[in-house]
T-cell receptor
Framework: GAGVSQSPRYKVAKRGQDVALRCDPI?????LFWYQQALGQGPEFLTY????????KSGLPSDRFFAERPEGSVSTLKIQRTQQEDSAVYLC????????????FGNGTRLTVT | GENVEQHPSTLSVQEGDSAVIKCTYS??????FPWYKQELGKRPQLIID?????GEKKDQRIAVTLNKTAKHFSLHITETQPEDSAVYFC????????????FGTGTQLKVEL
């Protein structure tokens, strides 16, 4: 079946604008993660959902970042009042169960804040 | 929290040679260690993983070893091919809580003809 799908693929925002990034996980996957990947670096954890419950948001860098997964499927990562340091690739990953399942990543959304 | 260090940052080998990438982790509670391959502009793809109850795992030309006592694990690629050229990331995590992973900084592998 289809893998993890993210949209848009690329997003350019002016500093101060709000953005919304979408993730469609693999159907039936319980776990959903958001990661931030700066150029030349490994992905860094932002937040974790188990179904619709956000169980860990310790990686969100500021209160400008907000994520939701209201029906336990599609997730949205919202960044308010974007800053240049928010420029990065935002990766979504999903796993079949809440424990022990390999994570499958989407292609990411490349956000550039000008 | 967990901290993962990865070496080397770049690795160049001749086609047919072996490549080894090493990682260390800090949290002794970590029990899951995947390796991802990421080509430029593409998604990280899982190539192999190992759990803490196993010391070694092999899948064709790829193998991973784990030393829990020393808290390090390694990726071994034999008979390298040009299509192996990519960035490789190690990661460490806990299978509980959905498999939250901490990633290394990546190794750029270049396989030269």
């Amino acid at each position: 079946g289809a893998g993890v799908s993210q949209s848009p693929r690329y997003k350019v925002a002016k500093r101060g604008q709000d953005v919304a990034l979408r993730c469609d996980p693999i159907s039936g996957h319980v776990s959903l993660f958001w990661y931030q990947q700066a150029l030349g670096q490994g992905p860094e954890f932002l937040t974790y959902f188990q179904n619709e419950a956000q169980l860990d948001k310790s990686g969100l860098p500021s209160d400008r970042f907000f994520a939701e997964r209201p029906e336990g499927s599609v997730s949205t990562l919202k960044i308010q009042r974007t800053q240049q340091e928010d420029s990065a690739v935002y990766l979504c990953a999903s796993g079949l169960t809440e424990s022990g399942s390999p994570l499958h990543f989407g292609n990411g959304t490349r956000l550039t804040v000008t | 929290g967990e901290n993962v260090e990865q070496h080397p940052s770049t690795l160049s080998v001749q086609e047919g040679d072996s490549a080894v990438i090493k990682c260390t982790y800090s949290d002794s509670a970590s029990n899951y260690f995947p390796w991802y391959k990421q080509e430029l502009g593409k998604r990280p793809q899982l190539i192999i993983d190992i759990r803490s109850n196993v010391g070694e795992k092999k899948d064709q030309r790829i193998a991973v070893t784990l030393n829990k006592t020393a808290k390090h694990f390694s990726l071994h690629i034999t008979e390298t091919q040009p299509e192996d050229s990519a960035v490789y990331f190690c990661a460490a995590g806990l299978t509980g809580g959905g498999n939250k992973l901490t990633f290394g900084t990546g190794t750029q592998l270049k396989v030269e003809l």
